[in-house]
């Protein structure tokens, strides 16, 4: 039983192949490991991967690839030459680091926000034991627990 969706097309047509394949004369091969990844449509990915590390570096890295962990790595390797693109030096680092910058500031926040919590809780015991006779801060202190 063969199943038609996970086959690999044959390139019958000369303006289906890639550019560096036209460019040496080569033919493609219908086990090409990318061949299917890259239709008609997702030529600019290719022409991304190919501007930033090369075709035949692309096909090294996912030839021993299992061929169902290939599409996810095509595209982890077109968001990170996206990034070489935009940030040369760092790629991907310079969105990490952002990122990472993002979770600082945020904790942060995150401490500051409980601090001001915990002063208005204090400030609102003392409110009620000032205006209600008999209030003592253990209920509060309860509802800390």
């Known amino acids: 039983m063969s ?5 690999k097309p044959r390139i019958q047509s000369p303006s289906l192949a890639f550019h560096d ?3 040496e004369k080569k033919v493609c091969l219908d086990n090409c490991k990318i061949l299917y ?6 030529l600019h990915k290719f022409a991304i991967l190919h ?5 035949c570096n692309v096909i090294k890295l996912i030839h021993d690839l ?7 790595a095509i595209d982890s390797m077109v ?9 040369p030096a760092l790629g991907c680092t310079s969105v990490i680091l952002q990122l990472q910058r993002q979770i600082s500031e945020l ?19 003392e409110l009620l034991a000032a205006f209600i006779p008999g209030f003592s801060n253990s209920t509060s202190d309860e509802d800390d627990k």
Do not use: W
Request: aromatic fraction near 6%; hydrophobic fraction near 30%; charged fraction near 25%.
């Open 3 to 7: 199943n038609i969706t996970k086959e």
């Open 21 to 23: 394949c036209k460019m």
């Open 37 to 42: 990844r890259f239709a008609s449509n997702d």
């Open 51 to 55: 501007q930033v590390f090369g075709a």
């Open 66 to 72: 299992p061929s169902d962990q290939i599409v996810e």
């Open 79 to 87: 968001y990170e030459a996206n990034a070489r693109l935009q940030e």
């Open 107 to 125: 904790e942060s926040q995150i401490t500051s926000t409980q601090a001001r919590i915990q002063k208005i809780h204090c400030q609102q015991a």
